[in-house]
């Protein structure tokens, strides 16, 4: 599997050396995605889902740095290449679409301006043909007259049709990987469906590969191929969406899916996970989920190794796995 | 007395919060310059948002109604005309059957105290300069439901029943977690002894695992302190667990309501179809997402007639020209579509 | 985290990380102390007139005085020794700056918060007042005032609070509509409790921070101004030099080589105003809420 894969990250370590200490925010992480699969990234705040994203782009600022592992991309690793290596990779073979547009969209640009300069950044055709490319992947996000709206600002555009911008211009050099944080977070539940609904026929249309960062499980349903559980900077369970979901191994997995309303009868108490996540500068040793565990043990004070069960995909970190169903 | 009886006297009782065809517009008037413009010839029109046009709504002892809609809907001003924050544009709004207009101040104050809300954002919500001991025992002591020396004790109290550790109180706001800020909140609302509480989006900030703690929380406080709420989110699955009612708002008017079970059953508007629809379910088969097409319009130029017939599949040519009224479709259960019309004859 | 880490602590502990400022607050430290023990730690009273003496004059520094000590900085052209004429200069400097620039922040307060809160009529009355106020330079606003007013500390005082008030019924307009639409005000709201709880128990505190960084750095501002105003002979009377006058009387004497009468006060000056400037930028970075969290 590893051979084919367009990304694989093994043994990713991002931290923040700050005042008050050391945060780990991406932790041991490892995982890979092949060309045109879509890959579901899932955790609460502070799990450090977005932090990997923001690795592998190069995107990390002081006072953090990736202090280890390998990000190895159509066999070249990302760590420690270059500035300008990494910049003609960037929005030309990996994109990245964030939650909120206006951290891809220049406030007091026009979007044709900000989108030819996106295409003239990695390739050398005319204005022309640029702004032909440009119309084009606004009608395949679905902004109504084109045209028009290419001579437009930002502003002039409500929230949706802004990230349907962001992920066009995400998508105008044709990259191999795309990764989303969150895009679809801050937008209404019936906006949310069609930008969900474009950005699924997109990528199947040119075949790029998808990892999808959020924090909600119910997108990754109907969406992912594979997905990867994050808590605490780790990743604590992995497998193909059907497994993890119908049959899930980590105990923080389980939690998740029994807080969320309408897994359980209406009007019931959910059941919930005590306590909260642990300060990242307070980790307590062995596993991190240690603290709210119902099925914590002596043991748990060592760190857990991701362990594969059984003959499928599914791996999980954790001495005491739930049982398959 | 027979439950018939009972229920009987249940209908006749006043419900606690009644608003009777509130309206709130908000007019951005003309200023100095695009008053002269108008002078010169220009037409500069003043800007009016009609936020919550014609809405009645009833809430009933100890009942949690949801209101549900996305942005532009009016929900959170509907929440605010509620609980008073904000005045009515028009309507009037009712207590145990008692009208709520012109009360001396003094009764005025008394009656706030019954209706508290619990915000948004957690960061936001907490005076960021003021302990928690003071940002929950401000109000009881200044309204002289406790004596100053007793604000201890108390503040202890009401931070035990939201599940905090009393010994934290001396702490400042940004000391504590997302979700112990709302826990917070919601102490300082139930330390006036409120009767109704309007919980606008106070769960939308918060990771999921939080979300069921606080989710539980309410549903707690509701059983053991006879609370009523008035439950505003856009997280269809968040209402369905949590209200009885429901209520559908779409660019300020309401479209449908009803039981929560019933109206999710059988979802009668389109726009509650369309809704529903996009509501996340867990099971891990792809689906082809088929969405609603097109997008919210802006509140500040809504689309004529029904609000929704740019988007709605069904739109007939009586849409666009006159908005359908409320109308009842069966026991506690009403629609605002035209498509009723046809179907009940 | 500390069991009670109220907000100052915090501000204080930002504030020590940035070395450069630790060394402002030192030098500004030293500068206050010294202005506070002018009397006691001057070799001379310079406004004496009796320790005077004009044969000691133009002395260059190091020079031995009369009573048995050394004129450390030389004396000007009136015999004043001018370490102490610097020190109870500083004395003065900085008792205007700080008096006017208190006096224009209670009043620019107060007027800013009405303005916020009340809007309407007394809002567009406020800031039209204090806008037309501010399209004209400081220095003409203190001219005219001084010119009609005559010489005098309260008077310098009075022209400088004119001049100032606007910038922080300004800050303070702005700061206060920010926080007036947050949640915990309509929180406050939902509690019944008065408007004017609301605005000087909730509005305020949070306004605050905006304001007091201004208020640092309009006190050197305040003092400069007031040098100037001396320099140009109109500020306070000659008896009761500050440092402004000090270097207006060295101003003829600089190119004949006594260059001390000047130079020495506009250090100190120089010194102050520095001070003041890396307390209060290192202050602003520290308040801003974007930086923190």
Known sequence: ?325 | MTAQAEADVAAVKPPLLELRSVSKRFVRSLDVVSRMANLLGSHVREEVIHAVDRVNMTVRDREVVGLVGESGCGKSTLGRLAIGLLAPSEGERYWRGASLAGLAPATARKQQLKMQMIFQDPYASLNPRMRVIDIVGEGPVVHGLIGPTQQTEYVALQLNRVGLDPTLMRRFPHQFSGGQRARIGIARALAVKPEFMVCDESVAALDVSIQAQVLNLFMDLQAALGLTYLFISHDLRVVRHISDRLVIMYLGREVESGPTAEVFATPNHPYTQALLAEVGKLEPKKRSFVPVKGEIPSPLSPPSGCHFHPRCPYAMVKCRQTAPPLVKIGPGRWSACYLNDVAFG | MANEQTPFKRIASDFAANPIAVFGLTLLGLVVLTALLAPLISPQNPYDLAQLDVMEGRLPPGSASPAGGRFWLGTDDQGRDMLSAIFYGLRISLTVGVLSTLIALVIGLALGLAAAYFGGKTEAVIMRVADIQLSFPAILIALILLAVLGQGTPKIIAALVTVQWAYYARTVRSAALVERRKEYIEAARCLALSPLRIVFRHLLPNCLPPLIVVATVQVAAAIALEATLSFLGLGLPITEPSLGLLIANGYQYLLSGKYWISFFPGIALLMTIVSINLVGDQLRDVLNPRLQR
């Open chain 1, 1 to 325: 599997m590893a051979a084919t894969a367009l990304l694989d990250i093994q043994g990713l370590d991002t931290w923040f050396f700050t005042r008050a200490g050391i945060v780990k925010a991406v932790n041991d992480v490892s995982f890979s995605i092949g060309p045109g699969e879509v890959l579901g990234l899932v955790g609460e705040s502070g799990s450090g889902k977005s932090m990997t994203g923001y690795s592998i782009m190069g995107l990390v600022d002081p006072p953090g740095r990736i202090v280890g592992g390998k990000i190895i991309f159509k066999g070249r690793d990302l760590v420690g290449m270059s500035a300008e290596e990494m910049r003609q990779l960037r929005g030309n073979r990996i994109a990245m679409v964030f939650q909120d547009p206006m951290m891809t969209l220049n406030p007091v640009l026009r979007i044709d301006v900000q989108m030819i300069e996106a295409i003239l950044a990695h390739e050398r055709v005319s204005r022309a043909a640029a702004l032909d490319r440009s119309r084009e992947a606004l009608t395949k996000v679905g902004i109504p007259s084109p045209e028009s709206r290419l001579r437009a600002y930002p502003h002039q555009f409500s929230g949706g049709m802004r990230q349907r911008v962001a992920i066009a211009i995400a998508l105008l050099n044709r990259p191999d990987l795309v990764i989303a944080d969150e895009p679809t977070t801050a937008l209404d539940v019936t906006i949310q469906g069609q930008i969900l609904f474009e950005m699924q026929t997109l990528t199947r249309e040119t075949g790029a590969a998808l990892i999808w960062i959020t924090h909600d499980l119910s997108v990754i349903a109907g969406l992912a191929d594979r997905v990867c559980v994050m808590y605490a900077g780790r990743i604590v369970e992995q497998g193909t969406t059907v497994d993890v979901l119908a049959a899930p191994r980590h105990p923080y997995t389980r939690g998740l899916l029994d807080s969320v309303p309408g897994n359980s009868a209406a009007r019931q108490r959910l059941r919930q996970i005590p306590g909260m996540t642990p300060s990242l500068l307070e980790l307590p040793p062995g596993c991190a989920f240690r603290t709210r565990c119902p099925r914590a043990a002596a043991k748990c004070e060592q760190d857990p190794e991701m362990r594969q069960l059984g003959s499928g995909d599914q791996s999980v970190r954790c001495f005491y796995p739930l049982e398959a169903q």
